[in-house]
T-cell receptor, first 115, second 110 residues
Framework: EADIYQTPRYLVIGTGKKITLECSQT?????MYWYQQDPGMELHLIHY???????EKGDLSSESTVSRIRTEHFPLTLESARPSHTSQYLC??????????????FGAGSRLTVL | SQQGEEDPQALSIQEGENATMNCSYK?????LQWYRQNSGRGLVHLIL?????REKHSGRLRVTLDTSKKSSSLLITASRAADTASYFC??????????FGAGTTVTVRA
């Protein structure tokens, strides 16, 4: 199984709470990503990072924020959770392979439910 | 908007049969990848095909790519119950960001 860890796996919280989803990888990958996935739906890229102190917003607008202070750690934070944030959040990492191919390694996901 | 779009959305087959799913995309790509997702889990990389390749094999998987039609297909031969999962295509436009479709859910009946 992949060396990328997400915690918590499941979280049920009330509206207005601040939450942080943790993501850590032990592979030394420079690139890390957060995708949001609703059941039966496509994955939407919400944040990515190409290295330490580099963060960018993805294709889907999100109220969450991320930080990349260490290579191995890419946490996602929601300052005030709302029911519309209920979703599965998938963290992934990669390093450019031979001839630039970018293959992602995913964590098991964090399923967030906001009541 | 997302790049890849899989077809069909869902597929149910008998164990031992082949499963074929298709992916269409919109813009030029560096490579196209297929991933598998078991229920409630993260995605696992299966196979990658570059834009200058037409066919690739890996075990029971066969991937084709037609850049003129902007489409790819994934064939799983001699399916097993363990192949039950969702399968996603992802396009890599050489900007280190993969775009995923909504996936094809495959159910293999014993």
């Amino acid at each position: 199984e992949a060396d990328i860890y997400q915690t918590p796996r499941y979280l049920v919280i009330g509206t207005g709470k601040k939450i942080t989803l943790e993501c850590s990888q032990t592979m030394g990958h420079d690139k890390m990503y957060w995708y949001q996935q609703d059941p039966g739906m496509e994955l939407h890229l919400i944040h990515y990072s190409y290295g330490v102190n580099s963060t960018e917003k993805g294709d889907l607008s999100s109220e969450s924020t991320v930080s990349r202070i260490r290579t191995e750690h890419f946490p996602l934070t929601l300052e005030s959770a709302r029911p519309s944030h209920t979703s599965q959040y998938l963290c992934a990492s990669s390093e450019s392979g031979i001839r630039g191919a970018n293959v992602l390694t995913f964590g098991a996901g964090s399923r967030l439910t906001v009541l | 908007s997302q790049q890849g779009e899989e077809d069909p959305q869902a597929l149910s087959i008998q164990e031992g049969e082949n499963a074929t799913m298709n992916c269409s995309y919109k813009t030029s790509i560096n490579n196209l990848q297929w991933y598998r997702q078991n229920s409630g889990r993260g995605l696992v990389h299966l196979i990658l095909i570059r834009s200058n390749e037409r066919e690739k094999h890996s075990g029971r998987l066969r991937v084709t790519l037609d850049t003129s039609k902007k489409s790819s297909s994934l064939l799983i031969t001699a399916s097993r119950a363990a192949d039950t999962a969702s399968y996603f295509c992802a396009t890599d436009g050489n900007d280190y960001k993969l775009s995923f479709g909504a996936g094809t859910t495959v159910t293999v009946r014993a």
